[in-house]
């Protein structure tokens, strides 16, 4: 398959929904061989903050010299980005070659009476391969939704489990109430295996001590109180934590220093894993991170900030930086939601800091909600809203009125 036909097989069976539950990807891994039995995980679960702890963990691991492989949900720039093995995407002969073998043993299910594979376990499942081919020594591998029934949670080889912060998200999925959320996040502690934690709100934070406490995992918990001699920036964050004294970060955003504290706790552990690391390394890891899309500087004169944030923690965590990187300035939001988020709440918590509101359907997406529709629900907090009909519109409208 070529990498065209592989994102058009993906959205056909995109169709198919979300489907929790390992029923389907044990079978679908079983008559791959089972490629994940041979790897060693770190995992990682949470609702915002998954993405950047992961990178900063997979590039102090590769600064050590070890074979990481990442596992990311969602992409943001291009489709290959979801498989990297040392931050190199998987080849796109490697994605059509390995997609093929899937497509094949779904093929075989599917003729056996089995539901066909949804998209994410059919990408689980190619990830794995990949991973299996690469010889990895350690994959940091996210969950794509939750984690108890999250198609990433047959592996029994987790060296470390990580979550991040817990907060309302996906609520047809995983329930209505912060502890029904976490009891789905700590879904992938293993019996004995070490855990790393956020510091969480004391409804998840119960919940999760719990889950460790039944399963004999030791659980060390980020404090934000152990952060001190913090200097913010925008291209660079320095803060000290765990006894390291000025660590260094390259992304932005108010929150990041508390990712990168949970990051440094997660390489502590590690180290006692199997997979040490010198302070020298350790630090040039944090330093040498890339993470792109969140609170990314993607422009100066004036600033253009990219930021993903899509429920309603990850807005106030984008009103925060906002507010704190940006007082006082005239700031113009370029805005696109899909369907299925809470916006209302998202636009609540952040109308205010907006001069100007342009809203845009996130392209190429089923799940897109309307430029007109995200619009007249701006329009209730906001007097300046105005819908375009293209990403680039925006941008360039964005670009006539920063002056």
Same mark, same amino acid.
Request: glycine share 10%; proline share 4%; net charge negative.
């Given at each position: 398959?070529?990498?065209?036909? %592989?994102?058009? *097989? $993906?959205?056909?069976?995109?169709?198919?929904? $979300? =489907?929790?539950?390992?029923?389907? $990807?044990?079978?679908?891994?079983?008559?791959?061989?089972?490629?994940?039995?041979?790897?060693?995980?770190?995992? %990682?679960?949470?609702?915002?903050?998954?993405?950047?702890?992961?990178?900063?963990?997979?590039?102090?691991?590769?600064?050590?010299?070890?074979?990481?492989?990442? *596992?990311?949900?969602?992409?943001?720039?291009?489709? &290959?980005?979801?498989?990297? @093995?040392?931050?190199?995407?998987?080849?796109?002969?490697?994605?059509?070659?390995?997609?093929?073998? %899937?497509?094949?043993?779904?093929?075989?299910?599917?003729?056996?009476?089995?539901?066909?594979?949804?998209?994410?376990? @059919?990408?689980?499942?190619?990830?794995?391969?990949?991973? &299996?081919?690469?010889?990895?020594?350690?994959? %940091?591998?996210?969950?794509?939704?939750?984690?108890?029934?999250?198609?990433?949670?047959?592996?029994?080889?987790?060296?470390?489990?990580?979550?991040?912060?817990?907060?309302?998200?996906?609520?047809?999925?995983?329930?209505?109430? #912060?502890?029904?959320?976490?009891?789905?996040?700590?879904?992938?502690?293993?019996?004995?295996?070490?855990?790393?934690?956020?510091?969480?709100?004391?409804?998840?934070?119960?919940?999760?001590?719990?889950?460790?406490?039944?399963?004999?995992?030791?659980?060390?918990?980020?404090?934000?109180?152990?952060?001190?001699? @913090?200097?913010?920036?925008?291209?660079?964050?320095?803060?000290? *934590?765990?006894?390291?004294?000025?660590?260094?970060?390259?992304?932005?955003?108010?929150?990041?220093?508390?990712?990168?504290?949970?990051?440094?706790?997660?390489?502590?552990?590690?180290?006692?894993?199997?997979?040490?690391?010198?302070?020298?390394? #350790?630090?040039?890891?944090l330093m040498q991170t890339v993470w792109d899309g969140r609170f990314t500087v993607a422009g100066r004169r004036p600033f253009f900030i990219i930021?993903?944030?899509?429920?309603?923690?990850?807005?106030?965590?984008?009103?925060?930086?906002?507010?704190?990187y940006f007082t006082n300035k005239r700031i113009i939001y370029i805005m696109g939601v899909l369907k299925d988020k809470e916006y209302g709440k998202?636009?609540?918590?952040?109308?205010?800091?907006?001069?100007?509101?342009?809203?845009?359907?996130?392209?190429?997406?089923?799940?897109?909600?309307?430029? *007109?529709? #995200?619009? &007249?629900?701006?329009?209730?907090?906001?007097?300046? @809203?105005?819908? =375009?009909?293209?990403?680039?519109?925006?941008?360039?409208?964005?670009?006539?009125?920063?002056?």
């Amino acid at each position: 398959m070529k990498e065209r036909e %592989v994102v058009e *097989y $993906i959205e056909q069976i995109s169709g198919l929904g $979300i =489907v929790p539950g390992l029923g389907s $990807i044990r079978e679908l891994c079983e008559r791959l061989g089972n490629p994940q039995q041979s790897l060693r995980f770190v995992h %990682v679960a949470g609702t915002n903050g998954k993405g950047s702890v992961s990178a900063y963990i997979g590039a102090a691991l590769k600064s050590g010299g070890y074979r990481v492989g990442r *596992y990311i949900s969602p992409v943001i720039f291009e489709y &290959r980005e979801k498989i990297q @093995v040392n931050d190199r995407y998987i080849t796109r002969e490697a994605l059509g070659r390995l997609a093929e073998q %899937v497509r094949q043993a779904c093929d075989g299910m599917t003729a056996e009476g089995w539901p066909q594979p949804t998209a994410f376990e @059919v990408e689980t499942a190619m990830a794995f391969l990949y991973f &299996r081919e690469k010889s990895c020594d350690i994959v %940091v591998l996210e969950t794509g939704m939750g984690g108890l029934l999250d198609a990433t949670n047959i592996i029994d080889s987790t060296v470390l489990a990580v979550i991040t912060s817990v907060s309302m998200d996906h609520m047809r999925f995983l329930g209505n109430s #912060l502890e029904e959320i976490a009891a789905q996040k700590a879904g992938i502690l293993k019996k004995g295996v070490p855990a790393v934690s956020a510091k969480q709100q004391p409804e998840a934070e119960k919940v999760i001590a719990e889950r460790a406490a039944e399963l004999h995992c030791p659980l060390t918990v980020a404090e934000p109180a152990g952060i001190t001699h @913090v200097r913010y920036g925008l291209e660079k964050q320095r803060f000290s *934590y765990g006894g390291l004294a000025g660590l260094e970060i390259p992304l932005a955003g108010k929150y990041q220093v508390e990712n990168g504290a949970l990051a440094v706790e997660a390489l502590k552990i590690l180290g006692e894993q199997g997979f040490p690391l010198t302070e020298q390394k #350790l630090r040039q890891g944090l330093m040498q991170t890339v993470w792109d899309g969140r609170f990314t500087v993607a422009g100066r004169r004036p600033f253009f900030i990219i930021d993903g944030a899509h429920n309603e923690d990850g807005a106030k965590r984008l009103a925060e930086s906002l507010e704190f990187y940006f007082t006082n300035k005239r700031i113009i939001y370029i805005m696109g939601v899909l369907k299925d988020k809470e916006y209302g709440k998202m636009i609540a918590l952040t109308h205010a800091l907006a001069d100007q509101i342009i809203t845009v359907a996130p392209p190429d997406n089923p799940r897109a909600l309307p430029a *007109y529709e #995200l619009a &007249r629900e701006a329009a209730k907090f906001h007097s300046d @809203v105005t819908a =375009v009909d293209s990403p680039e519109e925006a941008v360039e409208m964005a670009g006539l009125l920063a002056g």
